[in-house]
């Protein structure tokens, strides 16, 4: 099983400013998923990252409100970014086998 | 796309009960997992199936996948206060992203 870290654990931002998530996985993996989860709801995912290639996002998230880095096998970033009240969520990183990173829960104010 | 139904959204049961949570996917599954997620928590992967028909269990939970592979459900037996939670499906292709379900909030009262 892959152990997946986040830092940071929860932020809060104001209006405007963007914040960068990082995920760091003990292995090597070929793909990467960062999820968004909105107060009471479920897990809805943002774009998928592949070391060597573009994210692929999702409908209804695009590369310039939350752009993806992926320099290796065992890193990806997220930034959000020209954040709003509307972002306060939970971001999680995930890979493939169904392991999640423990979340950074961001508030915006 | 695919989309993934789970019913109930919530369920409240007194200690001992039984509880069950019930997936449906517009289209035939690779595999389904499932997950549970403690309040303030993270989603815990649980288990995951492949096999049509497959049923797995793990102490007094159950796990099936239907023959189509269209569907899943969770059976929890004589539920404790421990078991609360949201519990999450999501169906999956090898390879690919998790297509969430809405989840199912268990609460389960001494």
């Known amino acids: 099983s892959a152990v997946i870290s986040q830092k940071p654990s929860r932020d809060i931002c104001q209006r405007g400013t963007s914040l960068t998530i990082q995920c760091q996985v003990d292995?090597?993996?070929?793909?990467m998923f960062w999820y968004r989860q909105q107060p009471g709801q479920s897990l809805t995912l943002i774009a998928t990252?592949?070391?060597?290639?573009?994210?692929?996002?999702e409908s209804g998230f695009v590369i310039d409100k939350f752009p993806i880095s992926r320099p290796n096998l065992t890193f990806s970033t997220l930034t959000v970014s020209n954040m709003s009240p509307e972002d306060s969520s939970i971001y999680l990183c995930?890979?493939?086998?169904?392991?999640f990173g423990p979340g950074t829960r961001l508030t915006v104010l | 796309g695919q989309q993934v139904m789970q019913i109930p959204q919530y369920q409240h049961v007194q200690e001992g009960e039984d509880f069950t949570t019930y997936c449906n996917s517009s289209?035939?599954?690779?595999?389904i997992q499932w997950y549970k997620q403690r309040p303030g928590g993270h989603p815990v992967f649980l288990i995951q199936?492949?096999?049509?028909?497959e049923v797995k269990k793990q102490k007094r939970l159950t796990f099936q996948f239907g023959e189509a592979k269209k569907n899943s459900s969770l059976h929890i037996t004589a539920t404790q206060t421990t078991d609360v939670g949201t519990y999450f499906c999501?169906?999956?292709?090898?390879?690919?992203?998790?297509?969430f379900g809405k989840g199912t909030s268990l609460l389960v009262t001494p």
């Open positions: 995930s890979v493939e086998e169904g392991f």
């Open positions: 292995s090597q993996v070929t793909m």
């Open positions: 990252a592949n070391q060597g290639s573009e994210a692929t996002y």
């Open positions: 289209t035939t599954l690779s595999n």
């Open positions: 199936l492949v096999k049509s028909g």
């Open positions: 999501a169906g999956g292709n090898s390879g690919y992203a998790l297509n």
